[in-house]
């Protein structure tokens, strides 16, 4: 099969060895790459019941089929190991400069497992792996360490990836940063890095892919490229990029608001795209080998943050500080996710435990006093969190741990430890149902069927249908992440154009039935991992709050008798057992 080097690297860190393994055609043809074989090689390499932060605790990253191609919205990469926060899977994806060099090295995946002595950073190429001290790293913020680390290396062509004093720390949603504002994000895959002692990995290497049919690729790039240049929602994409969904969800009553009491923000125009756009100066930015350019290069022009520069704020981070925190000034949302970027935690887990913390104070559980609105006290809490100072100790294990220790489970709002994205379930009843079967918890880009309900394909409230809609999107998606595909060309990669994409890389001719069960190979197999770990289908479920508690602004609820009845659908569609 082409398109795969068909190689494996596996580093012990604390063992300072290296090894290759060569990856048997059987696993691409029932798997792929990426998340397929990603999660292959994290059930191949451990043992049932490991915990995250011991010797026998692996994390891999992996590129895809399509990594290195021509193929548009290509340039990413993926992290698969076991969640510190949620103690079930975990995966993330991150856009960049890195995914090219790490395929560059001639690997489909790099294998990490050991915890080292000593802090170290490791330089894997085509020509072996280095283990370079990082001592001197070691409590540095994310854009100072990519900064030393590259001046190190000295090359121009290489792929870094690093931790903060968050995954130093073991803060159990500290994320892995890359091109300063990028992050392979939720669930904590950066703690895992942190508790192997690994700082930075860089990436380089002369090998390069091989596609089966070139002359298909070069059919997909012109189709899509085209598109780019002329459709209308693309454009408007360009231009405003995920802020623009602020609108959207209020207008629809689905912007999680004052940690989930409300669907809409009163001051969400001041902080909407437009608000984005005025007081600050925008300059749409792309990934390599990308036309969409959503990542919005962001400069405050004044007021006390003045020169501020940033990556963002994305939509999901203007929900969890600007909705849940109800921070009414895009400029302060861009302050707080710059701290977040800067200490190396995700943006959607801080600002939940964030508004969490508010109402905990609200409530007189815990003596500090933090109040809606307190930029200032949250990016104090920020730092307390990562450094695990007070109450931060506490929030640093999660959600879970928090909400337990202040008597406050039945107001703490996530699945299985993490807390969902921007779209409230009461409104969007899909989304409860894709947040309940996710394989990671509360994910929101695991099947976007969000999109699905807010753009007429299915009405939110429609029970009926909408597992099939969500496993239709769900397979897609999965198919994305083993490609590895950036999950906003969803809309220009429609079934058929990912055949053709399989078939330019790998020369195999797959239908939308073959490839269906492709992705429910891989959907079971993680599955599978998740059960292996001790979840259970009664962990399939959402907070009481989604079914008990109306949106204090609509009234709207999602009763339990609906999403049980989506959920028995989606198993039955899936073939699972009802036991899940």
């Not at 209020?250 to 902080?271: C, D, Q, V």
């Not at 337990?404 to 994205?421: F, M, Q, S, Y």
């Amino acid at each position: 099969m082409e398109s795969f080097h068909g190689k494996v690297l596996c580093v012990d860190v604390g063992q300072r060895s290296v090894q290759e393994e060569r990856i048997d055609d059987t696993v691409f043809l029932e798997f792929l790459g990426g998340k397929g074989l990603g999660s292959r090689l994290l059930v191949k390499n451990t043992l049932a019941g490991f915990e995250p932060y011991s010797q026998d605790s692996v994390i891999v990253f992996a590129t895809g089929p399509v990594t290195g191609t021509r193929v548009l919205g290509s340039s990413r990469y993926g992290v698969f190991c076991k969640s510190p926060l949620t103690g079930v899977y975990c995966e993330s994806y991150a856009g960049g400069s890195v995914a090219e060099p790490l395929s560059r090295t001639g690997y489909d995946a790099v294998v990490i497992k050991g915890i080292s002595s000593s802090p170290v950073y490791l330089e894997i190429s085509s020509g072996g792996v280095e283990f370079h001290d990082a001592s001197h790293l070691w409590g540095k913020e994310t854009y100072e360490t990519e900064d030393i680390v590259r001046k190190e290396v000295s090359r121009k062509d290489v792929g870094i990836v690093v931790i903060g004093p968050a995954g130093e720390n073991l803060v159990r949603f500290a994320v892995i940063e890359n091109d300063y504002w990028r992050s392979a994000g939720r669930t904590g895959a950066g703690a895992v890095l942190g508790s192997k002692k690994i700082k930075a990995l860089v990436f380089h290497g002369e090998k390069q892919r091989k596609v089966a049919k070139p002359s298909v690729l070069k059919r997909v790039w012109k189709e899509t490229g085209q598109k780019t240049k002329t459709d209308p929602a693309i454009m408007n994409y360009r231009r405003l990029g995920t802020p623009m969904l602020v609108a959207t969800t209020n207008e629809n009553g689905a912007f999680p608001t004052k940690y989930w009491s409300r669907g809409t923000f009163e001051s969400w125009r001041n902080i909407s795209a437009p608000a984005l756009l005025e007081q600050c100066r925008v300059k749409p930015k792309a990934c390599p080998k990308c036309p969409l350019a959503c990542g919005n290069l962001t400069e405050v022009i004044d007021g006390r943050h003045r020169g501020l520069r940033i990556e963002g704020p994305e939509y999901e981070t203007i929900y969890a500080f600007g909705g849940l925190c109800l921070i009414d000034n895009i400029r302060e949302i861009a302050y707080l996710n710059d701290l977040c970027d800067r200490l190396g935690i995700d943006t959607i887990t801080a600002g939940n435990l964030a508004a969490f913390a508010i109402e905990a104070s609200h409530r007189k559980v815990i003596n500090e006093r933090i109040d809606y609105g307190d930029v200032d006290g949250i990016a104090e809490l920020l730092h307390r969190i990562v450094h695990r100072r007070g109450i931060g100790a506490i929030l640093a294990e999660g959600i879970i741990h928090a909400s337990r220790e202040w008597g406050l489970e039945d107001l703490a709002i996530h699945v299985k430890g993490l807390e969902p994205g921007g779209y409230d379930p009461r409104v969007l009843k899909g989304m409860g149902l894709a947040y309940a079967t996710s394989d990671r918890g509360a994910c929101h880009l695991r099947a976007t069927v969000y999109k699905a309900e807010l753009s007429g394909m299915i009405a939110p409230d429609q029970i009926e249908g909408k597992a099939e809609v969500l496993i239709d999107f769900e397979d897609r998606h999965t198919l994305f992440d083993s490609l590895i595909l950036c999950r906003f060309f969803r809309d220009l990669y429609p079934w058929e154009l990912l055949s053709l994409i399989i078939e330019g890389t790998t020369g195999r001719q797959l239908d939308k039935s073959q490839l269906s069960r492709i992705a429910a190979n891989i959907t079971s197999e993680v599955r599978q991992f998740n059960l292996r770990e001790g979840m259970s289908a009664a962990d399939d479920t959402l907070p009481k709050r989604f079914f008990e508690e109306p949106l204090e602004d609509s009234g709207k609820i999602l009763p339990k008798s609906e999403f049980d009845r989506m959920l028995s659908d989606y198993y039955r569609l899936r073939e699972w057992a009802q036991a899940g």
